[in-house]
Antibody, heavy 122, light 107 residues
Framework: EVQLVQSGAEVKKPGESLKISCKGS????????IGWVRQMPGKGLEWMGI????????RYSPSFQGQVTISADKSISTAYLQWSSLKASDTAMYYC???????????????WGQGTMVTVSS | DIQMTQSPSTLSASVGDRVTITCRAS??????LAWYQQIPGKAPILLIY???SLESGVPSRFSGSGSGTEFTLTISSLQPDDFATYYC?????????FGQGTKLEIK
């Protein structure tokens, strides 16, 4: 079964750093891009960025460029989303996603992780 | 960025109704459009890709149409499980962008 399994919920204070993970299984994870989608409480979906684990080619939405870092370790089929200094406005559910097609980053997302809830509060 | 605008934002309907949700792109995206369904507390599910292709396992009462800048998602006969929020997504160019969502409520 193809699936993306994300790390667990996090509660952090403003200014702290954080790295959440997303592990792919059941498919050739080095040939599929992995993306991240944010959903703030009660709000819609926002495309943050996407990475190709094969060579770490990464694309960011301008809204998130410089605010987060997306990385991957192809040896363990895992992608990461990282913050160096969290803000209260980073409180959200974060989903990792993988596209329908191999080697294609700009695609529909047919596989979604279960989501990681990040809460930032003093 | 390409802006995606859905209408209506909220739609009230009854079981058995036929409903249509519209998504408009700020510039042409050819047929590079997907539709998702999200039930509260769950991850979204892909329904339609490439504007009109039905994802495997999705009931045939869901259909999509359109190209260029205007697209529609139609549910031919609403079932109780269909009351959810629906999102369109363009993937013609980076960054991909989503519509703001349409909440389908029980009348």
């Amino acid at each position: 079964e193809v699936q993306l399994v994300q790390s667990g919920a996090e509660v952090k204070k403003p200014g702290e750093s954080l790295k959440i993970s997303c592990k792919g299984s059941g498919y050739n994870s080095t040939s599929y891009w992995i993306g991240w989608v944010r959903q703030m409480p009660g709000k819609g979906l926002e495309w943050m960025g996407i990475i190709y684990p094969g060579d770490s080619d990464t694309r960011y939405s301008p809204s998130f460029q410089g605010q987060v870092t997306i990385s991957a370790d192809k040896s363990i089929s895992t992608a990461y989303l990282q913050w160096s200094s969290l803000k209260a406005s980073d409180t959200a559910m974060y989903y990792c996603v993988t596209p329908l097609s191999e080697f294609v980053g700009d695609d529909a997302f047919d596989i979604w992780g279960q989501g990681t809830m990040v809460t930032v509060s003093s | 960025d390409i802006q995606m605008t859905q209408s209506p934002s909220t739609l009230s309907a009854s079981v058995g109704d036929r409903v249509t949700i519209t998504c408009r792109a700020s510039q042409s995206i050819s047929s590079w459009l997907a539709w998702y369904q999200q039930i509260p507390g769950k991850a979204p599910i892909l329904l339609i890709y490439k504007a009109s292709s039905l994802e495997s396992g999705v009931p045939s009462r869901f259909s999509g149409s359109g190209s260029g800048t205007e697209f529609t998602l139609t549910i031919s006969s609403l079932q109780p499980d269909d009351f959810a929020t629906y999102y369109c997504q363009q993937y013609n160019s980076y960054p991909s962008t989503f519509g703001q969502g349409t909440k389908l409520e029980i009348k």
